[in-house]
């Protein structure tokens, strides 16, 4: 659960200089900041496991690991607080073999084995189950439907002038959407629509709607004029679907009012997940630079220099269809958000492959 396979930052190439008691004594100040967001004294790091050298010499490494950029003092009479850089260092030797809490196991097992229904309702609930788990914002980005096969088409009477064509996806989705008519149309007729709707959908993508509605277009003259508008307006709502944007569920939105002390970076970032591009064109330039976690700056975003995202990309049957991903402040509690990630995108994307 680490980035050790992805390109190291330049930085990395100095860290890995520090011998292993600086190393120690950074991991008790990264750990220490994140249980308690107090400044952490040379005193305390003497004291955690692992520590066997004296406060002095404690202090002298802090103040080398200072002035090396790991960690920075607020106030001159304050303890330390890691900077990026020393969150980065943590972060990249974290253990791979970091596991949930078995409590929080049960909870995600329990989850999934009761999570049916429409696959949006489901990525919702997916969204709130890490926030649950992790205590931050949660994102899940859900598959794209335009590269997901059509496994059924149903069109089914609402009133006369009403129906709705219902979709049933590969990738778990049930696309739904209200026809609306300027004539009265019979039963007869609506299921007919169904029935050819699903003689030329059934087993192609839902992109390929665009196609079969340019090939309707083109047929011979004397198809039914009910039927055909039928036909026509189902294809035209589904052809449309293919160019919508990403599907993206937020979870935990409120919890970053409590995560920062200042009321305007928490305005800042609830503006940034109230803009779904932006949410996913992180998550992905996050997957796509080869990174598991982004700490600060490495977000890319002004907004998010005190935020960290932790993501992972799920999967249904071999095939990268979506991404999930916390966004908390840079002193989250990473083994476990990494954790949490790592099994929630696992089983998310067994669950789909179930479905």
């Avoid at 396979?5 to 750990?31: F, Q």
């Avoid at 009761?114 to 949660?138: I, K, N, P, V």
């Avoid at 665009?210 to 039914?224: F, I, M, N, Q």
């Avoid at 509690?333 to 479905?355: C, D, K, W």
Wanted: contains cysteine; aromatic residues 4%.
């Amino acid at each position: 659960m680490t980035d050790h396979d992805s390109p190291r930052p330049p930085h990395e190439a100095e860290s890995e200089r520090l011998d292993e008691r600086k190393a120690t004594v950074l991991r008790a100040v990264v750990s220490s900041y994140i249980e308690t967001a107090q400044p952490v004294g040379s005193g305390h790091v003497a004291r955690a496991p692992g520590v066997t050298v004296s406060p002095a010499t404690v202090r002298n490494d802090m103040a080398v690991l200072e002035a090396e950029g790991y960690l920075h003092q607020p106030h001159t009479s304050a303890g330390r607080v890691p900077t990026d850089k020393g969150y980065r260092f943590f972060v990249d030797r974290i253990d791979s073999g970091t596991s949930l809490a078995a409590a929080d196991s049960r909870q995600v097992r329990s989850f999934f084995a009761e999570a049916h229904g429409e696959l949006e309702q489901m990525l919702a609930d997916t969204s709130q189950l890490l926030s649950d788990l992790t205590r931050y914002a949660a994102v899940v980005v859900g598959p794209p439907t335009e590269a997901a096969i059509v496994r059924s088409v149903q069109v089914v009477g609402l009133s006369p002038r009403v129906a709705l064509v219902v979709v049933v996806l590969s990738n778990g989705a049930v696309d739904k959407h209200t026809l609306e008519f300027d004539d009265d149309l019979d039963d007869a007729v609506i299921a007919a629509a169904g029935g050819w709707l699903a003689q030329h959908l059934t087993g192609e993508t839902l992109a390929s709607a665009s196609r079969v509605l340019a090939e309707h277009d083109r047929r011979p003259a004397g198809h039914a004029d009910a039927l055909d508008a039928v036909v026509r307006v189902a294809l035209g709502v589904l052809a449309d679907q293919h160019s919508q944007a990403d599907h993206v569920y937020i979870g935990g939105a409120s919890r970053m009012a409590s995560a920062f002390d200042a009321v305007d970076t928490v305005s800042k970032v609830l503006k940034i997940l109230e803009q779904q591009y932006v949410v996913v064109t992180l998550l992905h330039d996050v997957v796509d630079r080869g990174l598991q976690v982004a700490i600060g700056t490495e977000t890319g975003m002004a907004p998010l220099a005190d935020c960290s995202v932790v993501v992972s990309p799920y999967e249904v049957e071999g095939e990268l269809v979506g991404t999930i991903g916390v966004l908390g402040p840079t002193r989250m509690n990473y083994p476990q958000a990494l954790a949490a990630v790592a099994v929630v995108s696992q089983r998310l994307g067994h669950h789909l492959r179930e479905a």
